[in-house]
């Protein structure tokens, strides 16, 4: 299909060989993160340095990271899945570093205690939920469960607690059963699981000592007075925000990126409720009854209808949803406050879906212009390289090489 909102080819935004660690290296491993990189030079190419932000899919806070360069004064982001809202919560809340080094003492003394003397430390509850046999070793759930008691036990701020609490997450999902890099939930081969011999407490401190030193060199020096706001239910103030800067899903995430899988034993450890129902939760995790069969889409879903009734229904689930989102975010901006989606445009049934055109055309439909669409070459995104678009065994294809960068203005 011919576009109806233009699409302009700007190198400047592929930031070729470049990544996340190239600016702000990320305390916990998170799927499909926006480089900072993007919305620094876009905040500059549009003269935005002040005022608020919104990111109604913060994930694990990558607006937020432009927003404190770009000397903004308050942000609020939203994201339904409680594993990002404590990454966010860590990386930018200001704590005294010389407290996170004394917790790290305490927590030593603690686990020495915990691990040498037994018989005088009183019994730790180990969690019980769903198949945790399945993805731990004994060992593994009994340490794991003894360093979770030391860090809830330690008599320290919630800010230190939050923060010790990553490192806990990052060692939960490295010394389980999963298979490595990859956000999905895939069990290790029996005979990978009989030589499967994590350290816990080794690899635990390993990853304190970074999330330290990264806190310490990257984020606590931005950290001044900005004010950030975090929440798992969409309720922010309407005409109040004078920038959008966000990177929704591609697609709802039991066939694109599946961030409730990836979060989900983190989550479980972590004792947050409903951690086996994030997915659902997300865009396009409910299922719908009738196609969307309005505006630029209709066609695109009409021809997968043509292929499969069930993949029609869930892709018109998502863009039900994702309708919806931006019918609340355009009421949150302030009339010429800028509307930034950084986007992929994902294939099913070998049909690419214009979602850059759709976003544009929703927000057009609540009052915006179409400022501008740029494409980047996607070349720094953790994404599955491959997938199956016609789900047929065997038939696998590349999946999306170019994001789309749509900035959208409010007019009225």
Known sequence: MTNQYPVTRNPTYDFSGQSYANSYPNLHKYPATMIPQIGIELFKELNISGGKLLDPYCGSGSSFIVGLDRGLEEMYGVDFNPLAILICQAKFTKIPIPLLYEARQKLNLALFDGFEHKDKVKPVNKPNFYHID????????????????????????????????????????????????????????????????????????????????????????????????????????????DVVLTSPPYGDSKTTVAYGQFSLLSNEWLGFPKARHVDQTLMGGKTVAALYETGLIKEDILEIFKQSKKRALEVSSFYFDLARSIAQVANCLKVGGKAIYVVGNRCVKDRQLPTDQFIAEQFEAHGFRHVFTYERVLGNKSMPLLNSPSNQTGNRKRTMTQEFIVVCEKVR
């Not at 340490?143 to 036990?153: G, N």
């Not at 990264?214 to 309407?238: C, G, H, V, W």
């Open 134 to 241: 399945f993805w731990f070793s004994p060992e593994v759930t009994e340490q794991l469960a003894v360093l979770k008691h030391c860090i809830l036990d330690l008599a320290t701020s919630p800010a230190v607690k939050n923060f010790l609490r990553v490192p806990f997450s990052e060692t939960v999902r490295e010394c389980s059963y999963t298979r490595n890099n990859e956000f999905k939930l895939y069990r290790m081969k029996a005979e990978e699981r009989l030589i499967f011999r994590p350290d816990v407490l080794s690899l635990f401190w390993e990853k304190l000592s970074q999330a330290i030193k990264i806190y310490e060199t990257y984020y606590y020096p931005k950290l001044t007075n900005a004010r950030l706001t975090l929440s798992d239910q969409f309720r922010p103030p309407r005409n109040d925000y």
